[in-house]
Protein backbone atom coordinates (compact mmCIF):
# COMPACT_ATOMS: atom_id res chain seq x y z
CA UNK A 1 0.00 0.00 0.00
CA UNK A 2 1.32 3.65 -0.73
CA UNK A 3 0.98 5.86 1.87
CA UNK A 4 0.21 9.58 0.47
CA UNK A 5 2.24 12.12 2.01
CA UNK A 6 -0.03 14.13 4.97
CA UNK A 7 0.36 17.92 5.86
CA UNK A 8 -0.05 17.05 9.72
CA UNK A 9 -0.67 19.01 12.81
CA UNK A 10 1.14 17.61 16.04
CA UNK A 11 -0.35 18.15 19.76
CA UNK A 12 1.22 18.15 22.94
CA UNK A 13 -1.04 16.87 25.69
CA UNK A 14 -1.32 19.05 28.84
CA UNK A 15 -1.42 15.77 30.70
CA UNK A 16 1.45 13.25 29.96
CA UNK A 17 4.69 14.87 29.10
CA UNK A 18 6.12 13.81 25.77
CA UNK A 19 2.45 12.84 24.74
CA UNK A 20 1.73 13.82 21.09
CA UNK A 21 -1.05 13.78 19.10
CA UNK A 22 -0.77 13.85 14.91
CA UNK A 23 -3.73 14.60 12.94
CA UNK A 24 -3.92 16.38 9.14
CA UNK A 25 -4.08 19.68 9.64
CA UNK A 26 -7.17 20.11 7.41
CA UNK A 27 -8.90 18.35 10.14
CA UNK A 28 -7.33 19.34 13.08
CA UNK A 29 -9.03 17.58 16.24
CA UNK A 30 -12.40 16.26 14.15
CA UNK A 31 -11.63 13.06 14.40
CA UNK A 32 -9.63 12.34 17.62
CA UNK A 33 -12.38 10.66 19.76
CA UNK A 34 -13.74 12.63 22.95
CA UNK A 35 -12.57 10.30 25.32
CA UNK A 36 -8.98 10.35 23.99
CA UNK A 37 -9.34 14.24 23.84
CA UNK A 38 -10.48 14.29 27.52
CA UNK A 39 -7.41 11.42 28.73
CA UNK A 40 -5.27 13.55 26.41
CA UNK A 41 -6.27 16.96 28.68
CA UNK A 42 -5.36 20.73 26.41
CA UNK A 43 -4.19 19.82 23.38
CA UNK A 44 -1.48 22.68 22.54
CA UNK A 45 -0.81 23.21 19.20
CA UNK A 46 3.34 22.07 18.58
CA UNK A 47 3.52 22.53 15.48
CA UNK A 48 2.91 21.35 11.34
CA UNK A 49 5.02 19.20 9.41
CA UNK A 50 4.62 17.32 5.84
CA UNK A 51 4.80 13.98 6.49
CA UNK A 52 6.05 11.33 3.73
CA UNK A 53 6.76 7.58 4.87
CA UNK A 54 10.74 7.91 4.20
CA UNK A 55 10.46 11.05 7.12
CA UNK A 56 12.74 10.87 9.90
CA UNK A 57 10.70 11.64 12.89
CA UNK A 58 12.35 11.74 16.74
CA UNK A 59 10.40 9.12 18.37
CA UNK A 60 7.40 7.85 15.25
CA UNK A 61 7.42 5.81 12.98
CA UNK A 62 6.41 7.69 9.46
CA UNK A 63 4.58 4.74 8.18
CA UNK A 64 2.68 4.32 10.89
CA UNK A 65 1.94 7.88 11.46
CA UNK A 66 0.64 7.72 7.70
CA UNK A 67 -1.24 4.58 8.23
CA UNK A 68 -3.08 5.67 10.98
CA UNK A 69 -3.87 9.06 10.04
CA UNK A 70 -5.35 7.17 7.11
CA UNK A 71 -7.06 4.52 9.16
CA UNK A 72 -8.30 6.87 12.51
CA UNK A 73 -7.94 9.88 11.75
CA UNK A 74 -5.31 10.40 14.12
CA UNK A 75 -1.57 8.79 15.66
CA UNK A 76 -1.07 9.13 19.07
CA UNK A 77 2.53 8.77 20.07
CA UNK A 78 3.00 7.76 23.94
CA UNK A 79 5.59 8.87 25.58
CA UNK A 80 9.29 6.83 26.40
CA UNK A 81 9.07 3.96 29.13
CA UNK A 82 10.39 5.45 32.25
CA UNK A 83 13.62 4.33 33.14
CA UNK A 84 12.51 3.89 37.09
CA UNK A 85 15.95 2.72 38.04
CA UNK A 86 17.11 6.53 37.57
CA UNK A 87 14.51 7.47 40.44
CA UNK A 88 16.51 5.56 42.80
CA UNK A 89 19.22 7.95 42.74
CA UNK A 90 16.91 10.23 44.57
CA UNK A 91 15.84 8.08 47.45
CA UNK A 92 17.46 7.94 50.72
CA UNK A 93 19.91 4.84 51.29
CA UNK A 94 17.74 3.77 54.45
CA UNK A 95 21.04 1.02 55.00
CA UNK A 96 22.95 3.70 55.95
CA UNK A 97 20.21 4.77 58.80
CA UNK A 98 20.26 1.50 60.47
Known amino acids: MSLKPEICSIYKSSK????????RKAN????????????????????SML?????KLARADATQ????IAEKGFYLQMPPPREDYMLD??????SKYQ
Not at 16 to 23: N, S, T
Open 28 to 47: GLSQVPEALLAMFGKATLFG
Open 65 to 68: VLTD
Open 51 to 55: ITADK
Open 16 to 23: KDEMYLYV
Open 89 to 94: LFRPDE
